[in-house]
């Protein structure tokens, strides 16, 4: 292994051994009782069991009501609005004859919903769409709840849908869990003339009507956008986490190879059940190795800035204590092996036809940057991710892939890497702590000093821009009472075409906010995720318009250059909206939330630590001095 891989990995390891031991003596206790007793509906009485079984067909019915074969929840985000997840209406059919053939029972155990931030992006719906994580994590939970099921087929493809489907699974973390994806769409549109368009419209240079156009003809048919923002950062993770089949990640939807597939996914989660010969427990898949390798995947194919919380957030619900310095750590020895749109021209379609998942995963393992010793559904070791899959004679088949890749412009080996590091920094400096995106950043943009111009609402700088406020200057937009304490901590991705706009014009522009960027954006450098947050009272909220500030990517500093004292003895200015003003779009049915977020840092979730609950107990319990009246007694002695 590579050394600071290794290193990262065991300070893991060692910082969650209380919460993680916790965790998983509940999940073997858990695990223990399911092999005993049969499958899970085996402990309902009767009643409760004939609820579970009154819907379905009479040969489900039959299999059921007997007790001996293993039922399998399907937990899926379609609906027929949002692309990404429009393939998943045939699935469930498709996933119950699999189930049956392999001698299980299938059910529909409930859906979870399915935001789509590409139609949330500037309005009052984006303040949602970070809560909507926990809420697909307790609709997970929900569904899960019947103890009617021996496994999961979890059907999620996009930003917040799979964290939270993975956050829910761990808390049942002694079942096995497959994730099924639905597959990119086919390339449209190129995405640097979409880009270029969108620059355009921000300049006035073209209408609505060609804007229109563009999008429809990129975004354009069922399937994940092509584009490498979050959703195809969660599949690469999820791969390399080993809960994908091999393979299976960016094939594209409603193709003979898609479907196999995904019937594939069905057999197999009655083979991992615990009354089978492979039984692999989705707590146990996702380990600290598993931790470390989905954040080394990240790094290595400049992904989505919002997995700095989501897969800090999904480390926790698995008990493991993952934290940005780690991230920070790794990134600095990860090297970037991908160019996909935002950091390149190319899309996940050109990844894929490069040699995709296989071809990364085994220069990476290789290099000793992946850990290869991991448990997966596929079967111990992360070597089963080296083959790639076709499907010949109706049948699927996996093969070793020995060829490196074939488009040394979209996916290189490690030994001619695109930058030696992972492209996601960490930030310090007396504002806090920050991410930045650099993948996409050209190298003179990466350090900048500028007056900072600062903006309480993301509309406030629009109106700027449109107003020419922002025309023939430099400066760093300070937008702040961004957060998941101020009003749920939206991406700001709208203000990427007229930033991008005064950059291309020359001026030295950046972003500093304690908000999200989207997985899309790039050109603009900018440190996000700010915290502390200014509504939990971080410095941000003591910036005025015209205080230096120097945001150096390079070196990882974050700098307001005011002197200690007088930043300390500023008032906190501007203030987040109050729950009388925090309404519209259902906003007001989330406050709850508001008040309950985390820091961006761990993961801006409302969960706490898995088991860290029982692991204080634990050591409350051991150090505590006897109860008055019960003298101690030690090993072996007579009360």
């Not at 004679?393 to 590091?421: I, K, Y």
């Not at 350090?447 to 023939?472: H, M, N, S, T, Y």
Request: glycine share 10%; proline share 6%; with cysteine.
């Amino acid at each position: 292994m590579h050394p600071v891989i290794q290193e990262v990995t065991d300070r893991l390891t060692e910082r969650s051994r209380p919460s993680r031991t916790a965790y998983l003596a509940r999940l073997h206790a858990e695990a223990e009782a399911a092999r005993l007793r049969g499958p899970a509906r085996a402990s309902l009485g009767c009643a409760n069991l004939a609820h579970g079984f009154a819907g379905v067909g009479a040969a489900d019915k039959r299999d059921l009501r007997a007790n001996v074969k293993p039922g399998v929840a399907i937990v899926s985000s379609y609906n027929d609005m949002l692309s990404a997840h429009q393939p998943y209406e045939a699935y469930p059919a498709i996933l119950k004859d699999a189930v049956r053939r392999a001698g299980g029972v299938a059910q529909f155990a409930g859906g979870v919903p399915a935001m789509c931030d590409g139609i949330t992006q500037g309005r009052a719906g984006m303040e949602l769409s970070l809560y909507s994580r926990e809420v697909i994590a307790m609709s997970t939970a929900i569904a899960l709840s019947h103890d009617m099921f021996d496994a999961s087929l979890l059907l999620g493809v996009c930003d917040k849908i799979v964290p939270g489907l993975l956050i829910g699974a761990l808390h049942f973390g002694h079942l096995p869990a497959i994730f099924v994806p639905a597959g990119p769409m086919t390339s449209g549109l190129p995405n640097k003339v979409k880009a270029r368009t969108r620059q355009l419209f921000a300049e006035g240079k073209v209408g609505k009507d060609e804007l229109l156009d563009a999008e429809a003809k990129s975004y354009h048919s069922p399937g994940t956008c092509t584009f490498y923002g979050t959703a195809n950062s969660n599949q690469v993770m999820i791969e390399v986490m080993g809960l994908h089949l091999p393979g299976a990640t960016f094939v594209n939807p409603r193709t003979e190879l898609r479907e196999a597939l995904t019937r594939a996914a069905g057999r197999r989660a009655v083979e991992l059940t615990a009354h089978g010969d492979e039984y692999t427990p989705v707590g146990e898949v996702v380990d600290e190795k598993a931790i470390v390798n989905a954040c080394v995947a990240l790094l290595a194919t400049g992904g989505s800035t919002n997995h700095t919380m989501h897969i800090v957030a999904i480390a926790a619900a698995a008990g493991i204590e993952l934290l940005w310095d780690d991230l920070s750590a790794l990134s600095k020895a990860v090297p970037l092996l991908t160019r996909m749109y935002p950091n390149g021209q190319a899309d996940v379609n050109h990844f894929q036809a490069a040699g995709g998942m296989q071809v990364l995963i085994a220069e990476l393992l290789d290099a000793g940057l992946l850990h290869g010793d991991v448990l997966t559904i596929a079967g111990r070791g992360l070597d089963h991710y080296r083959s790639t899959v076709e499907l010949k004679d109706g049948e699927l088949l996996w093969q070793e892939r020995t060829e490196g890749s074939t488009d040394p412009d979209v996916l290189r080996p490690v030994a001619d890497a695109f930058s030696a590091d992972g492209g996601i920094h960490m930030l310090d400096g007396n504002l806090g702590r920050a991410v930045t995106k650099v993948s996409a950043v050209k190298d003179e943009h990466l350090v900048i000093e500028a007056p900072a111009k600062v903006f309480d609402d993301q509309l406030e700088l629009l109106r700027a821009f449109d107003a020419g406020e922002l025309d023939g200057q430099d400066f760093v937009a300070v937008i702040r009472y961004q957060g998941p304490s101020a009003n749920g901590m939206p991406e700001l991705h709208k203000l990427t075409p007229p930033m991008a706009v005064l950059l291309d014009r020359g001026q030295r522009v950046a972003i500093v906010t304690d908000g999200r960027m989207s997985g899309a954006s790039g050109k603009v450098p900018a440190a996000i995720h700010l915290s502390p947050e200014a509504a939990d009272g971080g410095p941000i909220a003591r910036v005025v318009d015209g205080d230096p500030i120097r945001l150096d990517a390079a070196a990882g500093t974050l700098e307001l250059l005011v002197p200690a004292a007088e930043l300390a003895a500023r008032p906190t200015l501007g203030a987040p909206l109050d729950d009388a003003r925090w309404v519209g779009t259902g906003r007001e049915l989330f406050g709850a939330f508001r008040r309950a977020a985390g820091p961006a840092e761990r993961g801006a979730s409302v969960f706490a630590l898995n088991g860290r609950a029982e692991a204080l107990a634990s050591a409350a319990s051991t150090s505590a001095p006897p109860a008055a009246g019960h003298p101690a007694t030690t090993s072996g002695a007579t009360p």
